[in-house]
């Protein structure tokens, strides 16, 4: 695009794989319309520049205490401890990057800043240093919504949850209940709602603008709600990001099993259930036995994915033993599991007729590009806000419920995969995959909006 030739964009993407992959996708969206792209990131789990060679990777070198570091750690003491140890080294390591763009010693001038929305300190930091900072949030939209309105929900006597409020509709958020509010099981209450108030500060204050992975097909009424609630920010629907760029899948912390894919070329069209809680949720040993046993029962075929310390009690580099009666069914090739999957490729493939997830934000939406319908077992955070927007408001996919057991596992699975529900389901979750692609096309809402954001990034 005219102007944004001499012009870069400095990106600090949160340095948790689901959150890295997003921002990666976004730098070659902007590198694609001719903005250069540096992308400052910790030393811890550092994002992999080799598959990114139009782009510049500038480590940190940030000294992170323990409770930054620990994958058993609380993940919301995790965050926090995150933001206050990098945001003096994102602050210095901005200032210099804005030196060298000055001095002509890079691929352009600084235009501004892209900081993932968990950063909230280095949104703050970069208004210090004078460089306008957009937020890309890599959850939902309807996430934001609910963060932003936590104090609302607090003052109306809603927060903290209890008694009826946790199966009722709470106004302010429509259409979430009290138990489908942020949580992280483990973290304190009031941690978790100090991280939330710190996020929204940030963005009220400091971000000149938000960028979200979503399209409007599916969250325009919640984005008309956060631009009320920001006033004059700007923002920016442009997902699904991974269809608009045509990207490759990227692969974090585990090596793909590729042997799956061809084990679902022998499975009959949407005949299999894809299981798969993401790459950080841990579950009780009890709770895996149930959903082990709930399977088997269902007679479905499934593929399982179950990483190193997927239970809770094993070592890091240990996978759980199958209970025993699932052993005969994974031997008679009626069900695989493996460590890692190639989840696109997989979603993609016409064997698969369901996906059983932890509603990730990122695995909601490629499920939904693949027309995929949902079993919903959100774990933390995020989790709930999606997992209640795909059963209740688009309709996609299909709850669980709180009381888990291998009976109503199973009956849960066969309502999914054969039953007159779950082809209800299935037919809503096909026009959605339609309106996904139409929002990628060159005329499309998600299409469009990648251009206004590069037009925005070159007015400051």
Not at 257 to 285: E, N
Request: aromatic share 6%; charged share 20%; net charge neutral.
């Amino acid at each position: 695009m005219a102007g944004a030739t001499t012009r870069r964009v400095v990106m600090f993407p949160f340095p948790f794989p689901s959150h890295i992959a997003p921002m990666l996708q976004l730098a070659e969206l902007l590198r694609a319309r001719g903005l250069a792209v540096t992308v400052v990131h910790t030393s811890f789990n550092a994002p992999d520049s080799a598959g990114h060679p139009e782009l510049t990777f500038v480590p940190m070198h940030e000294r992170l205490p323990d409770a930054a570091t620990d994958p058993g750690a609380d993940l919301v003491g995790q965050m926090l401890a995150l933001n206050a140890a990098c945001e003096a080294p994102f602050r210095e390591a901005l200032r210099a990057e804005v030196r060298r763009g000055q001095a002509g010693r890079s691929g352009g001038e600084v235009a501004c800043a892209v900081v993932d929305g968990q950063w909230y300190a280095a949104i703050t930091a970069a208004a210090e240093v004078g460089v306008a900072a957009l937020a890309l949030r890599t959850d939902s939209a309807a996430t934001l919504h609910c963060m932003l309105s936590y104090s609302r929900l607090c003052s109306a006597g809603y927060l903290p949850i209890k008694g009826k409020c946790r199966d009722e509709v709470l106004p302010p958020v429509e259409p979430l209940r009290g138990r489908d509010l942020i949580r992280v099981d483990g973290s304190d209450a009031e941690r978790v709602r100090e991280f939330i108030a710190r996020v929204d500060n940030a963005m009220r204050a400091a971000a000149m603008g938000v960028v979200f992975n979503t399209f409007h097909a599916i969250e325009a009424p919640v984005l008309h709600k956060i631009r009320r609630q920001l006033l004059t920010r700007a923002t920016f629907a442009i997902g699904p990001m991974h269809r608009l760029l045509g990207a490759p899948e990227e692969h974090g912390l585990h090596a793909p099993d590729r042997g799956c894919v061809a084990w679902l070329h022998a499975q009959a069209p949407r005949s299999v259930l894809y299981v798969s809680l993401g790459s950080v949720a841990r579950i009780d040993r009890e709770v895996f036995d149930e959903m082990a046993m709930g399977l088997a029962g269902s007679g479905v075929p499934f593929l399982w994915v179950i990483r190193p310390a997927f239970v809770t009690g094993t070592a890091d580099g240990d996978a759980p033993p199958l209970p025993e009666p699932l052993a005969p069914v994974v031997a008679d090739g009626k069900g695989k599991v493996v460590t890692w999957a190639p989840q696109r490729d997989v979603l993609a493939h016409p064997a698969i007729g369901g996906f059983w997830t932890h509603c990730g934000w990122n695995s909601t939406l490629e499920s939904i590009c693949e027309g995929v319908p949902m079993l919903v077992q959100p774990c933390f955070g995020d989790q709930t806000v999606n997992a209640r927007y795909v059963t209740q408001q688009w309709g996609v996919g299909l709850e669980l419920g709180e009381v888990f057991d291998r009976a109503r596992v199973a009956e849960a699975v066969r309502k999914l995969m054969v039953g007159e529900e779950g082809a209800a389901v299935r037919e809503r979750a096909r026009d959605l995959k339609a309106k996904a692609r139409q929002s990628v096309e060159d005329d499309g809402a998600s299409a469009a909006a990648i251009d206004r954001l590069v037009r925005y990034m070159v007015s400051f």
